[in-house]
C-alpha cells in the first residue's frame, strides 16, 4: 500500500502542467514589462511618498536623509489648522459640486440628441465635443483666458454688442471660480458624451418600443428605461468625473493662479506648491489627505448609484 501511495504520488508530480496553468503563466510574461514598470516608477514613489508623510523631510535634508525626523501625524494634524490648506480644501468642494453635475448633464443632453435627434452629420458633431478632450488643457486655459479678458476678450465684446458691461471674469471672486468650472464642464463633457452613447447604443430598442406601446411618453420612457438601465454607465462617469476634478490644478494655475486672493486655489495647486517651497513631508501628507477624501467621495457614489 505504501509503495502504491509512493508511485501515485510521483505520478501526479509528473502530471504535465494543465492548460489554466500554462495561460496563466504566459499572461503574466506579457503582464511582467509592465508590472515592473509600475513598481518602479508608480508604486515605489507612492509608497516613499506615504512615509515621506510621516516625517519632516524638507528641501534642505536632501542631502543628509538620515538627519530627517519621524513625526507621526503631526502633519496630517498640521492641516487641521491650515488656514490656506481649508480654504482650498472649500475651493475644491465648490469646484466639484459646480463642474461634475454641470459636465454629466451636458454630456447626457447631447449624448441623447447625438443618439436619436441629431441624424445628419452626426459623426461631425462626435468629433467636435470630443476635440477637446484630446487638446492640451494648458492650450485650452490660454484660449479661454483670452476669451475672458476684460477689454479684448470675446465675451465681454459679445455682451458690449447688446448693451451689457462685461465684468473681469477671471480678476473677481464672485466669477473667477464660475469662469473656471464652465471651462472644465465644457471641456470634460466630450469624454463623458462618448462614455453615455456607449451606454445608450446598449440599451435594447425593444425596451423602449413595449414602454411606447404602453403608452409612455418621451420624459417617461427618459425617466423610467434610460436612466435606470444607465446606472452603471453613470456610476463609471460620475467616479471618474470627481475623481478628475478633485485634482484639477492646470486651470487654475493657467488662468488665475490660485488668485484672487486665493479663491480658485485648489488641493492640489497648494500641494504642488509646498513642493516648490521643499515642504516635502507636509506636501506629502497634503496629497494623502486628498486621496482620502476621494476614496470616501468614491464609495458614497458607489453606495448611492451601484446596480439594485
Do not use: C
Not at 76 to 90: M, P, S, T
Amino acid at each position: 500500500m505504501v509503495s502504491e501511495a509512493i508511485t501515485i504520488r510521483r505520478g501526479t508530480a509528473r502530471r504535465p502542467m494543465s492548460l489554466r496553468a500554462r495561460r496563466g503563466l504566459i499572461a503574466w510574461g506579457f503582464a511582467l514589462p509592465f508590472v515592473a514598470l509600475f513598481a518602479s516608477f508608480m508604486a515605489g514613489p507612492v509608497l516613499a511618498s506615504l512615509a515621506i508623510s510621516f516625517t519632516d523631510l524638507r528641501g534642505t535634508d536632501l542631502r543628509d536623509p538620515f538627519a530627517v525626523n519621524l513625526v507621526g501625524f503631526d502633519n496630517y494634524v498640521r492641516l487641521l489648522g491650515d488656514e490656506v490648506f481649508l480654504q482650498a480644501l472649500g475651493n475644491t468642494a465648490t469646484f466639484v459640486l459646480g463642474s461634475v453635475p454641470l459636465t454629466i448633464g451636458l454630456a447626457l443632453a447631447v449624448a441623447l440628441a447625438l443618439d436619436r435627434g441629431i441624424t445628419r452629420m452626426r459623426t461631425f458633431f462626435r468629433v467636435g465635443f470630443y476635440l477637446p478632450v484630446v487638446t492640451s488643457i494648458v492650450a485650452v486655459a490660454i484660449v479661454w483666458r483670452f476669451l475672458l479678458q476684460p477689454d479684448n476678450g470675446l465675451v465681454n465684446s459679445a455682451l458690449r454688442a447688446v448693451g451689457i458691461d462685461g465684468p473681469h471674469w477671471l480678476d473677481q471672486p464672485a466669477t473667477a471660480m464660475g469662469s473656471l468650472i464652465v471651462m472644465t464642464a465644457w471641456r470634460g463633457m466630450g469624454f463623458v458624451m462618448v462614455v453615455f452613447l456607449a451606454g445608450l447604443q446598449a440599451i435594447p430598442r425593444t425596451v423602449y418600443e413595449a414602454a411606447e406601446i404602453d403608452g409612455a411618453g418621451r420624459w417617461a420612457r427618459f425617466r423610467f428605461v434610460t436612466l435606470p438601465m444607465l446606472r452603471g454607465t453613470m456610476l463609471f462617469a460620475v467616479v471618474i468625473t470627481t475623481i478628475g476634478q478633485l485634482q484639477y490644478l492646470e486651470e487654475p494655475f493657467v488662468m488665475t493662479r490660485g488668485g484672487p486672493l486665493n479663491s480658485t486655489l485648489s488641493v492640489a495647486m497648494n500641494v504642488y506648491n509646498q513642493f516648490g517651497f521643499g515642504n516635502y513631508g507636509y506636501a506629502s501628507a497634503m496629497s494623502y489627505a486628498l486621496f482620502m477624501v476621494i476614496v470616501a467621495l468614491t464609495a458614497v457614489w458607489f453606495r448611492l448609484l451601484r446596480q439594485k
